[in-house]
């Protein structure tokens, strides 16, 4: 099963700022947060990740919680282009040791 | 960003025949390939670890004489579905790791439709 806890769905207006959830209450102090997201039919595609400070690169940023139980991606301008499914992933060495699992991810619908 | 591709995209065969699915590293080397599967509107489920060189390493429950995984050469891993059948239906993603190990990169994935 996955570790990592997400809302089936959340709806964000174009333009606007998208915040996804994650809980990962049982994270172990070696393992990273990642996020991928599936466009439709694609394969899955990397966003970020973080051990426990905040990152942001040009995709987007994420916040982690001072107790690493919880963190929030954020897409600061959402397009259509990024209605996707977004997976949190909880995992050691970038998932290398095949210990990505995936769980059923937050389904992230942009309106125009 | 590394590239890596799939081949073919979707294919459809006949219930009993076997499909080959070819997964390839475009610009780098990997020594490790992995292989998912993805139902309708259900996640990705691992399903097994390609080596190169060496025996792929299956997750429970995923048969390892019907889904022959060769990982022949650093860049290409294939998938071999033998003996098809309509359940075996699904979509069949590959993933390798670049240069920087915490980014997997997933390939593009293959549609299979058993009739």
């Known amino acids: 099963d996955a570790k990592t806890t997400q809302p089936t769905s959340m709806d964000c207006a174009e333009g606007r700022a998208a915040n996804l959830p994650c809980n990962h209450s049982t994270i172990s102090g070696n393992e990273y947060v990642y996020w991928y997201r599936q466009i439709h039919s694609q394969g899955p595609q990397y966003i970020i990740h973080g051990l426990k400070n905040n990152e942001t690169n040009e995709m987007a940023s994420l916040i982690i919680t001072e107790d690493r139980k919880s963190s929030t991606l954020i897409l600061p301008h959402a397009t259509l282009r990024d209605t996707a499914v977004y997976y949190c992933i909880s995992g050691r060495d970038g998932g290398s040791q095949g210990n990505l699992i995936f769980g059923k991810g937050t389904k992230l619908s942009v309106k125009p | 960003g590394a590239v890596v591709s799939q081949h073919p995209s979707w294919v459809i065969c006949k219930s009993g025949t076997s499909v080959k699915i070819e997964c390839r590293s475009l610009?780098?080397?990997?020594?490790?390939m992995f292989w998912y599967r993805q139902f309708p509107k259900q996640s990705l489920m691992l399903m097994a670890t390609s080596n190169e060189g060496s025996k792929a390493t299956y997750e429970q429950g995923v048969e390892k004489d019907k889904f022959l995984i060769n990982h022949a050469s650093l860049t290409l891993s294939t998938l071999t579905v033998t003996s098809a059948h309509p359940e075996d239906s699904s979509f069949y993603i590959c993933s390798a790791f670049g240069v920087a190990s915490y980014e997997q990169y997933f390939g593009p994935g293959t549609r299979l439709t058993v009739t």
């Open positions: 610009d780098f080397q990997a020594t490790t």
